[in-house]
């Protein structure tokens, strides 16, 4: 006999797969304007909007415990960071992306100083004021449109391409860079030290904490990184939009609710999570936005039925049910059976 | 003389922010539940004020009376139906529950009512004032809802501290696991502490109606003054909530004398500075 041999496995057969399908997606989608129209081409858009936004959230709600209902505070900074940076400043709106992503962390750092004195719900309302606070002082900016807001000049849209289709071409690409950017990034920083530090507070503060792992620390890199990507969303967001406004800008419906409803439909404090409940949140939506209030109504409803009746949301029901792990995090420990069936792999 | 009018003013809104505050620190006091959806609640009330008014064209203020059982039956079910569901170690559901009801009953009211803000007519005493001096006089309406807030906090606190029923909640609030060994029924006591949350709701509810125009969009706000004049006030405190509450109001309306676009800004403002430097609120829980 001799002793079992071993190896540390980080992927599983499904998440190869899912590798594959992530690669085809991504050749798909590097090549959408080749062949999706315009109309697909927003809806693409405002997929990987949502989606990198959930992501964001999953992270700070599913692994840090952080149930911020204000991250419409950072997509709005970004927002008007694009308008202030283009409008006041002349500069190339396409370059404002990036910059808006420091400007959020600057501003997110902070800000995080204040609102981590409260604790859990109370976190929660504390980041909805900062967003009513940031709310507030943008309707005071008045070269920025005060508060009804404002258009991007012309000559500021022109400047981006010539050409209509230039330009969707232009917005379609950045989009696509920063949400594929923060999707991987989400799913690297979990593989990290940092992401076992995570996943370790996900399953217990105080277990995480006895461990070692410097909770605080883990917690406020987490918000300024969330503050960053939320501001780069913001400033896409609104580079498609071409017009801001207060209350557009820091809507805690659009750029707060229903990514929370996406994420726990489809899976809080799993990376999955957020994927699918993207794809049910643009179901739901094509099915049932003719109805107006009652598609709310329904959104609603079915975010507070999965939180009480599968808390792990619906990925979580898969998971459990056929152990699948698309993106694995872990490291398992596989025993390697016998050497024949080694000889025999490797043959 | 003019100062002291924003003053007295603010202070007098100060007690309908308590009013908002004191149903948010009720539940939290007992159950840690924090109420997102607290905010709707308040502006749910409103509306069925305004049935309770123009079905039987009762007096808005006597309307209280009928809106605060009906709202109070509500927060009872409410609580055992769907949040006693929810309670446990795990932060997140009930928070997401009531996000999720909060998002539910403004899209209902609004399918309902429509986007129409509306009022509620309380006749001459909405313009009725009582003189103090030096020609200063404060409105009998505004008057009317400080010394509700006063009473209905002066009425809990006996509860709390002279009643069998404020021992109970007392007691699952410190420990609710002991509680239930000493046979209290905890589920039971919930649905007690949502249903007088929601009493006190329906009252905020129909002076928030009275005052002034309202549509089912002003919800979150409703919350937001409620949550900052508690941390103000300080958790478990209630006759801090009510001082928290007239700080806002206060601010809001020193805020708003200065400049209009300054007066929900002066609040937070507000709120963001005790949270700077006095993170335990001005007048935090003493035990005894």
Not at chain 1, 16 to 21: D, E, P
Not at chain 2, 40 to 58: F, G, R
């Amino acid at each position: 006999m001799s002793a079992p041999s071993f190896h540390i496995a980080r992927s599983t057969p499904e998440s190869r797969f899912a590798l594959v399908i992530g690669l085809l997606a991504l050749v798909a989608l590097v090549a959408g304007p080749y062949w999706i129209d315009r109309n697909g081409m927003r809806i693409v858009g405002e997929f990987l909007i949502y989606l990198s936004l959930a992501s964001m959230w999953n992270l700070l709600a599913g692994y840090a415990g952080l149930v911020s209902v204000g991250q419409q505070a950072y997509v709005g900074l970004g927002g008007y960071f694009l308008f202030a940076w283009a409008i006041l400043f002349g500069l190339p709106p396409l370059l404002a992306i990036p910059f808006a992503g420091v400007a959020g962390a600057i501003v997110a750092l902070p800000v995080s100083l204040l609102v981590f004195r409260l604790k859990g719900a109370y976190f929660a309302i504390g980041t909805w004021v900062v967003a009513e606070v940031f709310l507030l002082l943008a309707a005071q900016i008045s070269v920025l449109g005060g508060g009804s807001g404002i258009s991007l000049p012309i000559s500021v849209v022109r400047s981006i391409a010539e050409s209509r289709d230039g330009r969707d071409m232009a917005v379609y690409w950045s989009t696509l860079g920063v949400a594929v950017a923060i999707l991987i990034g989400t799913y690297l920083l979990l593989r990290t030290r940092w992401g076992l530090a995570l996943q370790a507070i996900r399953d217990g503060e105080l277990a995480a904490e006895t461990s070692g792992v410097s909770v605080a620390t883990a917690k406020r890199l987490l918000y300024v990184v969330a503050g960053a990507g939320g501001a780069m969303i913001g400033a896409l967001i609104f580079l498609a939009k071409l017009r801001i406004s207060p209350s557009a800008a820091f809507s805690v419906n659009d750029w707060t609710a229903f990514v929370i409803f996406i994420t726990v439909i489809g899976g809080i404090g799993r990376i999955e999570g957020p994927i699918v409940g993207t794809f049910v949140y643009f179901l739901l939506r094509g099915l049932l936005a003719d109805l107006g209030p009652t598609y709310l109504i329904i959104l609603g409803a079915v975010a507070v039925g999965v939180m009480l009746f599968a808390p792990k949301g619906l990925w979580g029901l898969v998971a459990d049910r056929f152990g699948w792990q698309l993106f694995p995090v872990g490291r398992r420990l596989v025993l390697d059976t016998s050497a024949s069936a080694a000889t025999s792999k490797g043959a | 003389m003019e100062w002291a009018n924003v003053i007295l003013q603010g202070i007098l809104v100060g007690g309908l922010y308590a009013l908002f505050a004191t149903g948010l620190s009720l539940i939290f006091g007992v159950m840690r539940l924090v109420n997102i959806a607290h905010g709707d609640l308040i502006v749910l009330a409103a509306y069925v004020a305004l049935l309770c008014v123009t079905q039987t064209s009762i007096h808005p203020l006597l309307a209280i009376f009928l809106v605060a059982p009906v709202m109070a039956v509500a927060g009872y079910g409410l609580q055992r139906i769907l949040f006693n569901r929810t309670l446990g170690a795990d932060l997140l559901p009930p928070l997401l529950v009531s996000f999720g009801l909060s998002v539910i009953i403004q899209n209902v009211l609004l399918q309902i009512f429509t986007a129409d803000s509306r009022k509620l007519s309380a006749g001459a005493i909405e313009t009725a004032t009582v003189p103090i001096f030096n020609g200063l006089a404060v409105g009998v309406l505004p008057l009317l809802m400080f010394v509700a807030a006063v009473a209905i906090i002066a009425a809990l606190q006996f509860m709390f501290y002279s009643l069998p029923i404020g021992r109970a909640l007392r007691a699952t609030s410190d420990d609710p696991e002991v509680a239930r060994l000493m046979g209290y029924d905890n589920r039971h006591l919930f649905g007690v502490a949502m249903a007088l949350s929601l009493a006190v709701v329906a009252v905020a509810g129909v002076f928030l109606a009275v005052r002034a125009n309202f549509d089912p969009a002003l919800g979150p706000s409703r919350l937001i003054y409620g949550f900052e004049a508690v941390i103000i006030g300080g958790l478990g405190n209630l006759w801090g909530t009510l001082a928290g509450g007239v700080i806002l109001g206060v601010a809001q309306a020193i805020g708003a004398k200065i400049d209009p676009g300054w007066q929900l800004l002066a609040g937070h403002l507000v709120f963001l500075a005790v949270l700077a430097f006095r993170p335990e609120g001005l007048f935090p829980k003493v035990d005894g």
